[in-house]
């Protein structure tokens, strides 16, 4: 019988964050049972990490998986090769799951039978705190925003119906990387985003430290890539900046109301 969830942890060279990730996500293992798999994919270069990271599998009884790959969306693509569960959730090292997990469990359950339907969780980091519910229906309405503007957070927000997909994680796209893969759920498979309130998915880390190397040459990075896309999936410019002031606005509206409302 086909199990309920995969969960795809890649990791590379850290075991102090895997460790607060694999506890956050016991409970809700607990309640899945036997019905869902686990597997820390590690793409590791040194080898303490690695055994450090194989003692964290074998202690909580998950697979270990050694990379073949050292490309970051090239280790994601292989969870839909190792899992065949009913729900895909790739989650990072560095994160964990701050939430309810047995709303998480029924939410999953609940909505089994719908399988075109990606159940986003909210998200939490140092720089940005969404709840995703009004930006899961503003994407619905209107995909090209996402592309625009991340209204959602990293892909671990996202628990993936696995069902025949071939959408995959573009490595030519090193920035651009999560917001691509979601849009192409949404546009190629005919997947719908829906928000369900488990919880938050944290970041332990800033992310903004990642994108950091690239130092003076991110904004043309990220230019080039948006010029590259554009040209690629033939979207007309003035639709594209169009998406990009009603993802602006509404990320602009949304920290306004945080504040006003934190200041109350």
């Not at 994919?41 to 990271?53: F, G, H, L, P, R």
């Not at 995909?143 to 959602?152: A, E, M």
């Amino acid at each position: 019988m086909q199990k309920l969830i995969g969960i795809y942890i890649p990791t590379f060279n850290n075991s102090k964050f895997l460790i607060r990730l694999v506890k956050s996500i016991s409970k809700f293992r607990y309640l899945c049972e036997d019905n869902h798999e686990i597997i820390i994919s590690d793409d590791s270069t040194d080898e303490k990490a690695k055994k450090e990271i194989k003692k964290i599998a074998c202690d909580n009884s998950i697979r270990y998986i050694q990379s073949s790959t050292r490309n970051g969306p090239e280790n994601w693509n292989q969870a839909f090769k190792y899992l065949s569960t009913k729900y895909v959730w790739i989650i990072h090292h560095d994160e964990i799951f701050n939430g309810n997990s047995e709303e998480l469990f029924n939410s999953l359950k609940n909505n089994i039978r719908k399988k075109d339907l990606c159940l986003v969780l909210n998200s939490k980091s140092s720089n940005h705190n969404y709840r995703n519910n009004i930006a899961c229906k503003l994407i619905n309405l209107f995909p090209l925003i996402l592309l625009t503007k991340n209204l959602i957070g990293p892909v671990s927000c996202v628990i993936i119906p696995n069902k025949n997909l071939r959408v995959r994680f573009r490595k030519d796209y090193p920035l651009l990387v999560d917001i691509i893969f979601l849009y192409e759920l949404i546009i190629k498979k005919n997947f719908k985003l829906s928000n369900i309130d488990a919880g938050f998915m944290e970041s332990l880390v800033n992310r903004e430290s990642i994108t950091s190397q690239l130092g003076k040459n991110l904004i043309q990075v990220q230019i080039s890539e948006y010029k590259r896309l554009i040209k690629e999936k033939n979207i007309l410019k003035l639709k594209f900046i169009f998406a990009s002031l009603i993802g602006t606005f509404f990320l602009s509206f949304y920290k306004l109301f945080f504040i006003i409302r934190n200041r109350n």
